[in-house]
């Protein structure tokens, strides 16, 4: 495609349940990475990929996350048990490769846990 | 642990003005990038301006260019004739030269353009 898409662009959610986000990077782009964006506030780094293998799932904040790409290009961000501490607006970027300095944004998934 | 401060949360300007949005940074790598993002209300990052660490000449894009000062950890944003079309969330981030593309960005401040 020609920039990166995330679905849903909204997604509400009872406390509890389980949600899937998903991010389909620009095609070629080997790099992938979740960022979650509380009200008000920056962006913080939750996972990256290099191919299909997470690099680096430090930003994380528990086990109820999980994040996948098994094919390489498509990833799917997962919460189980979701809280309300997890609404946010959840960005998903990829670049060309981990070497590169630009990274290119897709619109967000803002999620509401009710 | 690298960190980047935005001590301003809100500015505004006239239109066809100047304005100048400030950033702070902290990092131990000696390669590194620094970026201005604007953020508007649809949420998608849209990059600004680029200024690699290593370059001494500060960085320009048309009517933004940035004011690096290397030694004192300064990245600041200068917006010349602001249009109406500027307003929005502007984020200053980080790249450090071993950290592969994950960004560090800052709190953010809100730009209003006023007509």
């Known amino acids: 495609g020609a920039g990166v898409s995330q679905t849903p662009s909204n997604k509400v959610t009872e406390k509890g349940k389980y949600v899937e986000l998903r991010c389909d990077p620009i095609?070629?782009?080997?790099?992938l990475y979740w960022y979650r964006q509380s009200l008000g506030q920056g962006p913080e780094f939750l996972i990256y990929?290099?191919?299909?293998?997470?690099?680096?799932d430090s930003g994380l904040p528990n086990d109820r996350f999980f994040a996948v790409r098994p094919e390489g290009s498509v990833s799917t961000l997962k919460i189980q048990r979701t809280e309300r501490g997890d609404s946010a607006v959840y960005l998903c970027?990829?670049?060309?490769?981990?070497?590169?300095?630009?990274?290119?944004f897709g619109q967000g998934t803002r999620l509401t846990v009710v | 642990a690298q960190t980047v401060t935005q001590s301003q949360p809100e500015m505004s300007v006239q239109e066809a003005e100047t304005v100048t949005l400030s950033c702070t940074y902290d990092?131990?790598?000696?390669?590194?990038?620094l970026f201005w993002y604007k953020q508007p209300p649809s949420r998608q990052m849209i990059l600004v301006i680029r200024?690699?660490?290593?370059?001494?000449q500060n960085a320009t894009e048309n009517r933004f260019s940035v004011n690096f000062q290397k030694a004192a950890k300064s990245f600041s944003l200068k917006i010349s004739d602001s249009q109406l079309g500027d307003a929005a969330m502007y984020f200053c981030?980080?790249?450090?030269?071993?950290?592969?593309?994950?960004?560090?960005f800052g709190q953010g401040t809100i730009l209003t353009v006023h007509p």
């Open positions: 970027a990829s670049s060309l490769n981990s070497g590169s300095t630009e990274a290119f």
């Open positions: 095609s070629g782009h080997t790099a």
């Open positions: 990929f290099q191919g299909t293998g997470a690099a680096d």
């Open positions: 990092t131990s790598e000696s390669d590194y990038y």
């Open positions: 200024q690699e660490a290593y370059k001494q």
């Open positions: 981030a980080l790249l450090g030269g071993t950290s592969y593309g994950k960004l560090t």
